[in-house]
Each structure stands twice: as C-alpha cells, then as structure tokens.
C-alpha cells in the first residue's frame, strides 16, 4: 500500500510537470523541442493518411449499403464478433415480387410472362451484387478497417508517449537552466542568508546547494534525452511504414476495381440478355395477342402468321412465288430470307437510330453501330422481331430491340 501510495504521488508530480510545462509552451512562456522536418513531414503524411483512409472507408460503405439503418447493424453485430445475418438484396425482393404477381396475374398471360422473365433477371442482379459487396468488403473494406484499428492505434499510442517525452525533457530543460541561473546568483552573492534555500540544511552554503542541483538536473535531463531520444526512433520507424501501407491499399484499390468491373460487366450482360427475350414479348404485343383474353373461353382460332408493327412500319406488297430456277429454290417461300435478293419498296420506309452496337451473326444479317442511322422496312412472313435494314450498298436482317424508329 504503501508503494502505491508514493507511485501515485509520483505520477501526480510527473503530470503536473507535464501540465505545466505544455500550458507555458502554449503561452509562450517556456521553450520547446522541435523535430527535424523529416519527423514533421512523416507526421503530416501519416495524418493524412488517415483522414482519407477514414473518409473513403466511410463513403465506401455508404456505396456498398446505402441503408443506414443496416449500416448500425452491421457495425453493432461486428463489435459484438457476432456474424452478420444474410440479407435479401433489392434486386432479390424485386425478383420476388414479380414473380409473385406473375403468378397472381397468370404465368401464360404475357404479361405474367414477362413479370417472370423480368425477375428472374432482378434475381440475378442482386445475387451479383450480394458477391460485389461480399468480394468489396473482404478485399477492400477489411484491410482499410484493420489499418484504423490497428497500425494506426499503434502509431498514435506511440506518438502520445513520444509527446510526454518531449514535455519530460523540456521540463528539465527548464529545470536545469533555472539552477544554473540560481547557482550563478548565489556565487555571486556573498551574503549567506539571503541566498540559502529554506528547505536545505543551514549549514550549507547556497552555492554549493544549487551546485548538486544543478549535477542532479544534467543527469535527469541525460535520462530523459535518452529516453526522448529512444521513443523517437520507434515512433520513426512506424511512421516510415505509411509507405508500405499505402502499397497495400493500392493493390487493395486494384482489387476493388476488378470486382466492381465484373460486377457491372455481369449487369450489363444480364441485361442485354432480357432485352433479347423481350423482343418476341415486344412483337407478341403489338401484333394483338392480347386480343382474345377475354374470350378465353371460346375455341382458339388457329394463328394468323404475326404481322411486323401494321401501326408502326407499311408492309412491303407481298412477293409472288418464283418457281425454282436452276435448282435454287424460292428464298422467301422457302422461310429463308436472303436479304441482298430483296429490293427495296418504293414506299413504306424508314430511319431508324441504333441503340446498341450489335454483331452480325451470319451474313443475312446487318451489323450495327450505336447512334448510326439506317434505313429499315419489313417483309411479308419475316420475324416480327427482325427488319431488312440498309446502309448505303449494304443489307441485312437487324433486330428490332437494338433501334429507335423515327417517324
């Protein structure tokens, strides 16, 4: 008890110094070590470093999940090293909405049809972007984490004590200079009575008191140079690591960008997938099969062939039937359009701007550049998801989902 007493003693009197001495430096009252600009600039680097490790790590997972709400549930079940409950992405809940509807609505009416195609796309974008913020949060979040929570607490741990090493020194510092200012007075003061501290031995003479304290304050101020000295080659050699930090955090960032280029690359595909599916939904609906829905109880009518969009593109008079001719026989009867055998209408057609870029499978077919503008018209019997579309002296087939008709 008796040691714990004096220890904390001790330690009120090394935090008083400390207070003091910090509190006369902020006023300009005291004298205060300085590091050398290579120390400065390795501390401004790793504040720095910190600060935007923090606010990309922030922001990140606002991009990642941007309910707050589960953002505080993750955080709380992480503090408590408890594994984060799987959560139904957006896309998911979409993906079962829709599919619900569809059933609701009748999964071989068209629309149910496409409620179900639609979805189980959705359902397939959100299980992409649960893998996105999965691959994100492992390869990228992780290691920004674990530099704030870790190599960072060590380097501020250190600095602390290389800032109460630096006040330890420039207390006795202080300390020294005051008694060889004392010592010097009392030399130079013959009159023993008025130079002698009060707490020292009478007999004493005051020079030769504020000699040994002067020899007692070198040696602190040896101790604590030492000491100072010591704190700040490690403190050094953490704040050199930032490099290597920042080599990690860049491959991390590489990392991160690959997942996030995948994740958009499987998006993109997703999509251009539906929106090929949704071509014969497209053509299904403007050729009037959602006529006879309500007659749903009389004898299905055997089909009519679909016609091309009647309100949208003029047919092209129909073609009489050619008789085979040296053993080729009549393309268009036949049901293989050969579209460099086809003429133009005189009447019935119309530009067209090309949404997407599209290959040309075959060579009946048309490939397309983005934002171009062509020519297009329909045939009697074609698919009505497909039209003949021109540029300049070539032709070929083009699908319809990849143009904007102009009027």
Not at 81 to 104: C, F, H, I, W
Not at 387 to 393: A, Q, S, V, Y
């Amino acid at each position: 008890m008796e040691f714990n007493v004096k220890k904390l003693a001790s330690d009120a009197g090394v935090f008083f110094s400390r207070a003091m001495q910090f509190t006369e430096e902020k006023l300009g009252q005291a004298e205060k070590t300085e590091l050398d600009a290579h120390f400065e600039n390795l501390l401004a680097r790793a504040d720095c470093t910190k600060n935007w490790t923090e606010k990309i790590l922030r922001q990140t997972e606002v991009l990642l999940q941007p309910n707050p709400s589960a953002r505080v549930e993750e955080f709380l079940y992480e503090k408590l090293d408890r594994k984060v409950p799987s959560r139904v992405t957006n896309g998911e809940l979409l993906a079962q909405y829709m599919t619900e509807a569809a059933n609701d609505f009748g999964p071989g009416t068209p629309y149910g049809k496409t409620l179900i195609k639609v979805g189980e796309t959705q359902r397939r974008l959100g299980a992409a972007e649960r893998e996105f913020i999965h691959s994100a949060s492992i390869n990228f979040l992780t290691p920004l984490r674990n530099f704030l929570e870790g190599d960072w607490r060590t380097i501020s741990k250190e600095r602390r004590i290389l800032q109460n090493r630096r006040l330890d020194l420039d207390a006795c510092k202080a300390r020294l200079k005051k008694a060889k200012a004392a010592e010097a007075k009392a030399a130079a003061v013959p009159d023993f009575q008025e130079t002698r501290p009060r707490n020292y031995v009478l007999s004493a003479s005051a020079s030769a008191l504020w000699s040994d304290e002067v020899e007692k304050a070198e040696h602190e101020l040896r101790l604590t140079q030492t000491e100072f000295d010591r704190q700040a080659e490690v403190t050094r050699l953490l704040l050199e690591g930032i490099s290597s930090t920042h080599v990690n955090h860049l491959r991390c960032l590489h990392e991160f960008v690959e997942s996030q280029t995948n994740y958009y690359a499987q998006c993109y595909q997703f999509m251009l997938d539906l929106q090929k599916q949704l071509g014969g939904s497209k053509g299904e609906l403007f050729s009037g099969t959602f006529v006879g829905n309500a007659d749903s109880t009389s004898p299905a009518a055997a089909p009519s062939p679909p016609a091309v969009a009647a309100a949208t593109l003029p047919a092209v008079p129909t073609i009489p039937v050619v008789p085979t001719i040296g053993g080729v026989p009549n393309t268009v009867a036949e049901g293989v359009l050969n579209p460099n055998e086809v003429k133009p209408p005189t009447s019935g057609t119309r530009k067209a701007r090309v949404l997407y870029d599209y290959e040309a499978a075959d060579s009946t077919e048309l490939a397309l550049l983005a934002d171009e503008m062509i020519t297009v018209y329909s045939l009697p019997g074609m698919d009505p998801d497909w039209l003949i579309g021109e540029r300049g002296n070539q032709k070929g087939k083009v699908p319809v989902t990849y143009l904007e008709l102009l009027s």
